[in-house]
Nanobody
Framework: QVQLVEPGGGLVQPGGSLRPSCAAS????????MGWFCQAPGKQRELVAS???????TYVDSVKGRFAISRDDAKNTGYPQMNSLKPEDTAVYYC????????????WGQGTQVTVSS
């Protein structure tokens, strides 16, 4: 089993930045694709960014050019850098991991609240 913790959210003004983290324990992080998800009130959880074991990154259009996801496999940790934040980015953010061609783990972490407001 993989345990996931996402510290580092908070309140930030529009245009500001946050750098939460995704700490994974219980397995070998380097073999997993890591995903960064957001869930706004009343909406479904959505994958917004991901990074593969080879370091290939993907982003949804709404965060392209603003978010940058990286990973430190030696620390079993991923880092979603969130820049130029907008009020519509306000959500609870989660991370998850999966093997290539597999599904995301079912045991999600608690998530971290990101609030963008002046």
């Amino acid at each position: 089993q993989v345990q996931l913790v996402e510290p580092g959210g908070g309140l930030v003004q529009p245009g500001g930045s946050l750098r939460p983290s995704c700490a994974a324990s219980g397995s070998i992080f380097r073999i997993y694709t890591m995903g960064w998800f957001c869930q706004a009130p009343g909406k479904q959880r959505e994958l917004v960014a991901s990074t593969t074991p080879s370091g290939t990154t993907t982003y949804v259009d709404s965060v392209k050019g603003r978010f940058a996801i990286s990973r430190d496999d030696a620390k079993n940790t991923g880092y979603p850098q969130m820049n130029s934040l907008k009020p519509e980015d306000t959500a609870v953010y989660y991370c998850n991991v999966r093997r290539t061609a597999s599904t995301w783990f079912t045991n999600w972490g608690q998530g971290t609240q990101v609030t963008v407001s002046s």
